[in-house]
T-cell receptor
Framework: EAQVTQNPRYLITVTGKKLTVTCSQNMNHEYMSWYRQDPGLGLRQIYYSMNVEVTDKGDVPEGYKVSRKEKRNFPLILESPSPNQTSLYFC??????????????FGDGTRLSIL | RKEVEQDPGPFNVPEGATVAFNCTYSNSASQSFFWYRQDCRKEPKLLMSVYSSGNEDGRFTAQLNRASQYISLLIRDSKLSDSATYLCAVNPGFQKLVFGTGTRLLVSP
C-alpha cells in the first residue's frame, strides 16, 4: 500500500530535550515536505526537499532541522524543543517538486506537546 | 495580504443543499491548484485538482478564475459525510505549496 508513515503519532516531552520525528514514504517520490498545523494559522511549511541531499527552508524553519540522506526518509529534528513548537505536524510527499503540479500525499500526523 | 485566503466558516447547510466555497490567492503567477479535505485533525486528503477549464468529479465541481485570482469548490446534494474542513492549496512557484486555513462545512439532517 502506498503510504507516508510518520512516527511517533503522539509525543509529550519537555523543553530542551532533543527529539526526532521520522517520516518514510514507499512511493519513490522525489519531493518531501514537513508542515505544522496550528488553529487559525492553517498548514505552514517548515522544510522541504526536492531530492536526496537537497533541502530548503519553508515559511517557518526556525528551531527545526531536516536531512535527506535517502530518498524514502525525511526526518524532522528539534534540537532544543520549546513550548511554541507544540503543534500537529504532517509529513507529505509528491512524485516531483518541479512545478508541484501533482498533489501531495500526507502522513497521519504527529501530535507534539512540549512542556 | 495573505498568499491564500479562505472564509473559515462554518457553513451550516441541510442535507441535499448546494454549497460553494471560494479561495483567493495573491500571486498571479501561481501554477497549480488543489482542494483537500481534512477531517477533524486528521491528515489532509486530496479531493481534486483544479484545472483551467474547470473540472467535475461526481457531486463536486472545481473552477479556476485567473483574472480574479480565485478558485472555487461547489458541492451539490450535500451529504452528512461531507462535513469536514476544506483546504485550498496553491503552488505559487518556488517548489512550495501554500495552504489556506480551511473552510469548515457542517451538513445537518
Amino acid at each position: 500500500e502506498a503510504q507516508v508513515t510518520q512516527n511517533p503519532r503522539y509525543l509529550i516531552t519537555v523543553t530542551g530535550k532533543k527529539l526526532t520525528v521520522t517520516c518514510s514514504q514507499n512511493m519513490n517520490h522525489e519531493y518531501m515536505s514537513w508542515y505544522r498545523q496550528d488553529p487559525g494559522l492553517g498548514l505552514r511549511q517548515i522544510y522541504y526537499s526536492m531530492n536526496v541531499e537537497v533541502t530548503d527552508k519553508g515559511d517557518v524553519p526556525e528551531g527545526y532541522k531536516v536531512s535527506r540522506k535517502e530518498k524514502r526518509n525525511f526526518p524532522l529534528i528539534l534540537e532544543s524543543p520549546s513550548p511554541n513548537q507544540t503543534s500537529l505536524y504532517f509529513c507529505a510527499s509528491s512524485p516531483t517538486g518541479r512545478g508541484l503540479d501533482q498533489p501531495q500525499h500526507f502522513g497521519d500526523g504527529t501530535r507534539l506537546s512540549i512542556l | 495580504r495573505k498568499e491564500v485566503e479562505q472564509d473559515p466558516g462554518p457553513f451550516n447547510v441541510p442535507e441535499g443543499a448546494t454549497v460553494a466555497f471560494n479561495c483567493t490567492y495573491s500571486n498571479s503567477a501561481s501554477q497549480s491548484f488543489f482542494w483537500y479535505r481534512q477531517d477533524c485533525r486528521k491528515e489532509p486528503k486530496l479531493l481534486m485538482s483544479v484545472y483551467s477549464s474547470g473540472n467535475e468529479d461526481g457531486r463536486f465541481t472545481a473552477q479556476l478564475n485567473r483574472a480574479s485570482q480565485y478558485i472555487s469548490l461547489l458541492i451539490r446534494d450535500s451529504k452528512l459525510s461531507d462535513s469536514a474542513t476544506y483546504l485550498c492549496a496553491v503552488n505559487p512557484g518556488f517548489q512550495k505549496l501554500v495552504f489556506g486555513t480551511g473552510t469548515r462545512l457542517l451538513v445537518s439532517p
